[in-house]
């Protein structure tokens, strides 16, 4: 049809016109919005909070539209994947005559959307063992008042996943019904994102949030990708301002481009998470079946229900009760620690993998933009990127000579010099190391160094908690690719500060390459043994460093 979508759209969206809301406070003199002219009490790193936003923020749809890979004009953003929910069924369903598909179990907001409307709800309830019947969902999703089928892949709350093949099927088969594909949990699974055919097939919509994966789920973000038709009628249901300044501030900052690599970290951890805490569950007595997840969590069939609850209630731990509607219970993926908690809670004695020795930093400033991760007890994650390439291999060397691994990314003003993003990321990765190193209890405290060809480089280090940086050495000469030789003490005088460590660095040799990489090996092999845990007593007689 020529003018699908409108021809399945509510009539009254169809026509009305779109809310007059400005495009955001510009360099004008804004007296067009009865703001106050005033801005309220200073947020740090914040501001213009009396001015209305925009309805859609352009820096906030262009760094979305980046990350999903569409374009700006096939992407709605919102409160949460959830607000894309309402306003499609606003702007499709008229009340008392159009109907959604859905396959229930699934999430619960689908049908509660639709009450609201005042629309009807066909159900296509998955199978004994929560696998879809396609061929069903296409036959009831054929009449002309199912305006939209939600698939929610991977499913809430069974974990399972849909076939890109199909969910294309559906698309295929009901060329004017909208199919939305909720990829909520997308980042968890397997499985690719359908964003890839928001450009070829005209009747997907697909649901993205930035609740679970990227941890914004006090913030409320999400985003809806589709046509660009689809898109322009949803935006005329769209409240005016629904993205809070504050609210955008968190996202972009949140999702800078530095803080990605750390992101794919967590994301690591919480796969690994979901094998170990599946794992430990299927030990328990309490539990009779742990179903497999493409999710960050995991449905369970328990049994001794009201043992588990009162055991849950000890331990101060709430997980989901869906024995209404499956018959089963779902736990979300914690921390490493929240895991080992809830696996104590389920009684399980045997609990697999120890808990590593974490550390994450972030640091924004007009400079520099960093992330660090650190796990001091897993050395095989290493990504570093700095913009200078020969400073991205010292500190591999710390990594590698330390054994621990090291996850950093910096955006700084390399055109200005190299200063800001050698002592900045310092800064970082010393805090990001004392966090890691938590109360201390056990470590080495001490470590000692190296000789390097020609070079000797000699180094001590204590993690006294007290920050104090000697370094003794000249160099030939001012550079090492595009790495100042100046900034090599002032490096480990940064680090000593944040990491609240006494770092002596003697240095002697005839090549400037060789002697910074001396320092940052020797510092690595020094902090091996100090960061290295045997025992549980902080050594130190003061009790604490």
């Given at each position: 049809?020529?003018?699908?979508?409108?021809?399945i759209a509510r009539k009254a969206v169809v026509a009305m016109l779109p809310y007059s809301a400005r495009?955001?406070?510009?360099?004008?003199?804004?007296?067009?919005?009865?703001?106050?002219?005033?801005?309220?009490?200073?947020?740090?790193?914040?501001?213009?909070?009396?001015?209305?936003?925009?309805?859609?923020?352009?820096?906030?749809?262009?760094?979305?539209?980046?990350?999903?890979?569409?374009?700006?004009?096939?992407?709605?953003?919102?409160?949460?994947?959830?607000?894309?929910?309402?306003?499609?069924?606003?702007?499709?369903?008229?009340?008392?005559?159009?109907?959604?598909?859905?396959?229930?179990?699934?999430?619960?907001?689908?049908?509660?959307?639709?009450?609201?409307?005042?629309?009807?709800?066909?159900?296509?309830?998955?199978?004994?063992?929560?696998?879809?019947?396609?061929?069903?969902?296409?036959?009831?999703?054929?009449?002309?008042?199912?305006?939209?089928?939600?698939?929610?892949?991977?499913?809430?709350?069974?974990?399972?996943?849909?076939?890109?093949?199909?969910?294309?099927?559906?698309?295929?088969?009901?060329?004017?019904?909208?199919?939305?594909?909720?990829?909520?949990?997308?980042?968890?699974?397997?499985?690719?994102?359908?964003?890839?055919?928001?450009?070829?097939?005209?009747?997907?919509?697909?649901?993205?949030?930035?609740?679970?994966?990227?941890?914004?789920?006090?913030?409320?973000?999400?985003?809806?990708?589709?046509?660009?038709?689809?898109?322009?009628?949803?935006?005329?249901?769209?409240?005016?301002?629904?993205?809070?300044?504050?609210?955008?501030?968190?996202?972009?900052?949140?999702?800078?481009?530095?803080?990605?690599?750390?992101?794919?970290?967590?994301?690591?951890?919480?796969?690994?998470?979901?094998?170990?805490?599946?794992?430990?569950?299927?030990?328990?007595?309490?539990?009779?079946?742990?179903?497999?997840?493409?999710?960050?969590?995991?449905?369970?069939?328990?049994?001794?229900?009201?043992?588990?609850?009162?055991?849950?209630?000890?331990?101060?731990?709430?997980?989901?009760?869906?024995?209404?509607?499956?018959?089963?219970?779902?736990?979300?993926?914690?921390?490493?620690?929240?895991?080992?908690?809830?696996?104590?809670?389920?009684?399980?004695?045997?609990?697999?993998?120890?808990?590593?020795?974490?550390?994450?930093?972030?640091?924004?400033?007009?400079?520099?933009?960093?992330?660090?991760?650190?796990?001091?007890?897993?050395?095989?994650?290493?990504?570093?990127?700095?913009?200078i390439g020969f400073y991205d291999h010292m500190l591999e060397q710390i990594s590698k000579h330390g054994g621990?691994?090291?996850?950093?990314?910096?955006?700084?003003?390399?055109?200005?010099?190299?200063?800001?993003?050698?002592?900045?990321?310092?800064?970082?990765?010393?805090?990001?190391?004392?966090?890691?190193?938590?109360?201390?209890?056990?470590?080495?405290?001490?470590?000692?160094?190296?000789?390097?060809?020609?070079?000797?480089?000699?180094?001590?280090?204590?993690?006294?908690?007290?920050?104090?940086?000697?370094?003794?050495?000249?160099?030939?000469?001012?550079?090492?690719?595009?790495?100042?030789?100046?900034?090599?003490?002032?490096?480990?005088?940064?680090?000593?500060?944040?990491?609240?460590?006494?770092?002596?660095?003697?240095?002697?040799?005839?090549?400037?390459?060789?002697?910074?990489?001396?320092?940052?090996?020797?510092?690595?092999?020094?902090?091996?043994?100090?960061?290295?845990?045997?025992?549980?007593?902080?050594?130190?007689?003061?009790?604490?460093?």
């Amino acid at each position: 049809m020529t003018n699908w979508p409108e021809s399945i759209a509510r009539k009254a969206v169809v026509a009305m016109l779109p809310y007059s809301a400005r495009g955001g406070a510009t360099d004008a003199l804004h007296l067009d919005a009865n703001e106050n002219p005033y801005a309220p009490p200073p947020v740090v790193g914040a501001t213009g909070f009396n001015r209305y936003p925009a309805q859609q923020p352009e820096n906030l749809v262009r760094r979305l539209a980046s990350i999903y890979g569409v374009n700006t004009d096939q992407i709605m953003v919102g409160r949460g994947a959830d607000e894309g929910i309402e306003c499609l069924i606003r702007a499709f369903c008229e009340a008392e005559q159009d109907s959604i598909l859905t396959c229930p179990p699934t999430f619960g907001y689908y049908k509660t959307c639709a009450d609201i409307q005042g629309a009807g709800i066909v159900e296509v309830p998955l199978s004994a063992t929560y696998q879809w019947y396609i061929s069903a969902v296409i036959e009831a999703g054929r009449p002309s008042d199912v305006k939209m089928v939600f698939l929610c892949s991977p499913n809430n709350p069974t974990g399972n996943s849909l076939t890109r093949d199909a969910i294309l099927r559906v698309c295929s088969e009901l060329p004017e019904t909208l199919v939305i594909v909720d990829e909520a949990y997308i980042e968890f699974s397997d499985q690719e994102s359908l964003a890839d055919q928001i450009g070829t097939v005209p009747n997907l919509v697909v649901l993205r949030t930035l609740s679970k994966a990227f941890a914004l789920a006090g913030v409320r973000g999400g985003a809806l990708l589709a046509d660009p038709r689809i898109i322009d009628l949803l935006i005329k249901v769209l409240p005016p301002y629904p993205i809070a300044r504050p609210v955008e501030a968190a996202i972009l900052n949140a999702l800078a481009p530095s803080a990605m690599s750390v992101h794919a970290q967590r994301l690591a951890e919480t796969l690994s998470e979901r094998v170990r805490l599946a794992k430990g569950l299927e030990q328990s007595d309490f539990v009779e079946t742990v179903f497999p997840s493409d999710a960050n969590f995991l449905l369970l069939d328990v049994k001794n229900e009201t043992a588990l609850l009162k055991q849950l209630r000890k331990f101060n731990i709430k997980i989901r009760d869906y024995r209404s509607t499956t018959g089963h219970m779902r736990i979300s993926i914690g921390s490493p620690e929240e895991n080992t908690i809830a696996l104590q809670a389920f009684g399980v004695i045997d609990i697999p993998q120890s808990i590593d020795r974490i550390g994450e930093t972030f640091r924004k400033t007009n400079e520099t933009d960093i992330s660090v991760r650190v796990n001091l007890d897993d050395p095989s994650q290493t990504k570093i990127e700095t913009g200078i390439g020969f400073y991205d291999h010292m500190l591999e060397q710390i990594s590698k000579h330390g054994g621990f691994g090291l996850t950093m990314s910096c955006e700084g003003d390399l055109h200005i010099d190299a200063h800001h993003t050698v002592e900045d990321t310092a800064l970082a990765f010393g805090a990001a190391l004392k966090s890691a190193l938590g109360d201390k209890a056990g470590i080495g405290r001490y470590g000692y160094v190296i000789p390097m060809d020609e070079t000797q480089a000699q180094v001590a280090i204590d993690l006294s908690g007290r920050a104090a940086a000697v370094f003794k050495g000249e160099f030939p000469t001012d550079h090492v690719g595009d790495f100042p030789v100046e900034m090599c003490p002032h490096f480990f005088e940064s680090l000593a500060q944040t990491l609240g460590a006494a770092i002596h660095v003697d240095v002697k040799g005839d090549n400037s390459h060789h002697m910074i990489e001396a320092c940052f090996k020797g510092v690595g092999r020094a902090l091996r043994p100090a960061f290295a845990v045997s025992g549980s007593e902080i050594p130190s007689t003061k009790g604490t460093l």
